[in-house]
T-cell receptor, first 115, second 111 residues
Framework: SAVISQKPSRDICQRGTSLTIQCQVD?????MFWYRQQPGQSLTLIAT?????????ESGFVIDKFPISRPNLTFSTLTVSNMSPEDSSIYLC????????????FGEGSRLTVL | QKEVEQNSGPLSVPEGAIASLNCTYS??????FFWYRQYSGKSPELIMS????GDKEDGRFTAQLNKASQYVSLLIRDSQPSDSATYLC???????????FGSGTRLQVQP
């Protein structure tokens, strides 16, 4: 398994501001993944954070809105930029386990409310 | 067609009964399949993984995979009120490291 810590756990933000979410994994992993879970919905992949290269974004998500950093093999950040109420969501960081059998483990999530 | 489909529920079963949760997927190249449990306000928790056709049992949980029918299921025996949660089916598609999730089935176990 993997132990993943995220912060902040929740925040209330004003429209037009930006917030950075931090994610720490207890082991070195090549890839980390950022998902979004809107109220009552399932998980949607935002991007894959690759160590040593640019993040890979899914359709509908762009770097200007969701810049990602991956400075080392255990840490990543996701910034939600120029927030609007539509960005109110839970943002989840995930990483594979040490067994490398395909499963992902999740952080506790960051619940953002944009006013 | 969604990549991973689940009935949203709620699926309501009495305590002690068997709960049967179903999932279909569209990509025949999918290799690995997972079930996650998500309690309200919490993050998803991995409960089962299955990689080959057939059944895989772990305690009260049994995962079933039929690749020909592109169908995955999760059986929960002796359901308990503490099993009440949303169950997410997730698929690892060929060539991808991330998982694709279904919309989840909400299970309610009535005491």
């Amino acid at each position: 398994s993997a132990v993943i810590s995220q912060k902040p756990s929740r925040d209330i933000c004003q429209r037009g501001t930006s917030l950075t979410i931090q994610c720490q994994v207890d082991s070195q992993v090549t890839m980390m993944f950022w998902y979004r879970q809107q109220p009552g919905q399932s998980l949607t992949l935002i991007a894959t954070a690759n160590q040593g290269s640019e993040a890979t974004y899914e359709s509908g998500f762009v770097i200007d809105k969701f810049p990602i950093s991956r400075p080392n093999l255990t840490f990543s950040t996701l910034t939600v930029s120029n927030m609007s109420p539509e960005d109110s969501s839970i943002y989840l960081c995930s990483a594979p386990g040490t067994a490398n059998t395909g499963e992902l483990f999740f952080g506790e999530g960051s619940r953002l409310t944009v006013l | 067609q969604k990549e991973v489909e689940q009935n949203s529920g709620p699926l309501s079963v009495p305590e002690g009964a068997i709960a049967s949760l179903n999932c279909t997927y569209s990509d025949r190249g999918s290799q690995s399949f997972f079930w996650y449990r998500q309690y309200s306000g919490k993050s998803p928790e991995l409960i089962m993984s299955i990689y080959s056709n057939g059944d895989k049992e772990d305690g009260r949980f049994t995962a079933q995979l039929n690749k020909a029918s592109q169908y995955v299921s999760l059986l929960i025996r002796d359901s308990q009120p503490s099993d009440s949660a949303t169950y997410l089916c997730a698929v690892k598609r060929a060539g991808r490291r991330a998982l694709t999730f279904g919309s989840g089935t909400r299970l309610q176990v009535q005491p």
